[in-house]
C-alpha cells in the first residue's frame, strides 16, 4: 500500500509544522471521507488534477463542489483547461494511493491552485495519501510551504 510518508510529512517534519494525523475507515471518495473522519465536505479540501495550456497542475478545492473548467481558465489566463486522465499523472503521484493526492503539487513538480474560500478557514484538512488518514494544518502553514495561486472558483 502507498503512502504518502516518504514525501509529505518528512517534508512537513522537517520543516517543523504543526499537524495532526486524522485516522478512519477506508474511504475513496471525497464525501465519503469528509463522512468517515466528521469533517464538513466544505472543510475538507480534494486535490483535483488538470491540464492548463498542456501543462500538469493541481487544483485545491473544498470536497463537496466541483472545479468550474471556465473559471479556472480565465483565473489561469489559459487557451485550454480540462481535467487530466489517470494515465497523465498516476506515475508522478507513486507514493500515494489513486485518489488520495495530497494538496502539495509542488513537491511532485506542479503549480497549485487553490480555490479562494480555502484560505478562509483556519485550517486545512486533506488527504495524507491514503485512503484511511488525513492531515490538519493551520492554512497559513500550508500557504507558506506550497505558495499556491489563489483562484475565485
Keep these: 500500500m502507498a503512502t504518502a510518508k516518504p514525501k509529505l510529512r518528512d517534508f512537513l517534519d522537517e520543516r517543523h509544522v504543526k499537524y495532526s494525523v486524522i485516522s478512519h475507515p ?5 464525501q465519503h471521507t469528509a463522512a468517515a473522519a466528521h469533517v464538513s465536505g466544505d472543510a475538507l479540501a480534494k486535490s483535483v488534477i488538470v491540464m492548463i495550456d498542456g ?24 487557451l485550454d483547461v480540462h481535467l487530466a486522465n489517470e494515465a497523465q ?14 494538496p502539495f503539487g509542488n513537491l511532485y513538480g506542479m503549480d497549485v491552485y487553490v480555490d479562494e474560500q480555502l484560505t478562509h478557514d483556519a485550517d486545512i484538512v486533506f ?11 493551520a492554512y497559513k502553514d500550508f500557504a507558506d510551504l506550497v505558495h499556491p495561486r489563489i483562484v475565485s472558483l
Excluded at 477506508?26 to 471525497?30: D, G, H, N
Excluded at 463537496?64 to 489561469?76: D, Q, T
Design 26 to 30: 477506508p474511504t475513496y471518495s471525497a
Design 55 to 78: 501543462k500538469m497542475a493541481m487544483v485545491v478545492e473544498s470536497a463537496s463542489h466541483r472545479v468550474p473548467l471556465g473559471r479556472l481558465k480565465a483565473a489561469a489566463h489559459a
Design 89 to 102: 499523472f498516476h506515475d508522478r503521484f507513486a507514493d500515494c494511493e489513486f485518489g488520495a493526492i495530497p
Design 127 to 137: 488527504n495524507a495519501g491514503s485512503h484511511t488518514e488525513l492531515i490538519k494544518l
